[in-house]
């Protein structure tokens, strides 16, 4: 199976902030990521799939990137509504794996 | 809109059995891949199975598999998930999913049944 190791596990940042989270794969899966958001007893939300696409009603401040087996995603101009939990999904292959989460609090 | 709706969550003893249902709305069910994902108190999200629209192709988390079995009626907008010799680490909140058309990303979530695994 496809490991998907994803970091800072938690980080703490201020309103206005950029904050960037990745997500390593252990083999190639050229951009098939998708990035997820979590609040607290919430069901998470899709932001981001093939990598860099913003999905429906997704503000532009989320943005991703990379290929092959390092991805990212960006939070530019953190706002309030964004402290939550996030989670990669790789869609390359089955089984599917998602990271372990990195938590955004604040700061 | 899409809709998916879960029931038959419940409290169960360790070894015992349960069936999870999540049924369809507002989509061309027979046209989408399903999935099950869930999630521990407190912990991470965990991909747990998928079911090709056709039925075809069946896919397990290897912490489920020869345990738990997915299956669909395309005619009533429904898949399952029965679950066989529970454990206590099947604890968990189980979503149903659906895919998106072009990839297997996951726009659509129902809003979860809790399965309990207690003595």
């Known amino acids: 199976a496809i490991q998907m190791t994803q970091s800072p596990s938690s980080l703490s940042a201020s309103v206005g902030d950029r904050v960037t989270i990745t997500c390593r794969a252990s083999?190639?899966?050229?951009?098939?990521l998708g990035w997820y958001q979590q609040k607290p007893g919430k069901v998470p939300k899709l932001l981001i799939f093939s990598t860099s696409n913003l999905h429906d009603g997704v503000p532009s401040r989320f943005s991703g990137s990379g290929s092959g087996t390092e991805f990212t995603l960006t939070i530019t101009n953190l706002q309030p509504e964004d402290f939550a939990t996030y989670y990669c999904l790789q869609d390359n292959k089955f089984p599917l794996t998602f990271g372990g989460g990195t938590k955004v609090e604040i700061k | 809109e899409v809709l998916l709706v879960e029931s038959g969550g419940g409290l169960v003893r360790p070894g015992e059995s349960l069936r999870l249902s999540c049924v369809a709305s507002g989509f061309s069910f027979t046209s989408y891949t399903l999935h099950w994902v869930r999630q521990a108190p407190g912990k991470g999200l965990e991909w747990v199975s998928s079911?090709?629209?056709?039925?075809?192709?069946?896919y397990y988390a290897d912490s489920v598999t020869g345990r738990f079995t997915v299956s669909r009626d395309n005619a009533n907008n429904s898949v399952h998930l029965h679950m066989n010799s529970l454990r206590a680490d099947d604890t968990a909140v189980y979503y149903c999913?659906?895919?998106?058309?072009?990839?297997?990303?996951?726009?659509?979530w129902g809003q979860g049944a809790l399965v309990t695994v207690s003595s």
């Open positions: 999913a659906r895919s998106s058309s072009t990839n297997y990303q996951l726009p659509h």
């Open positions: 079911i090709s629209s056709s039925t075809t192709y069946k």
């Open positions: 083999q190639g899966i050229r951009d098939d």
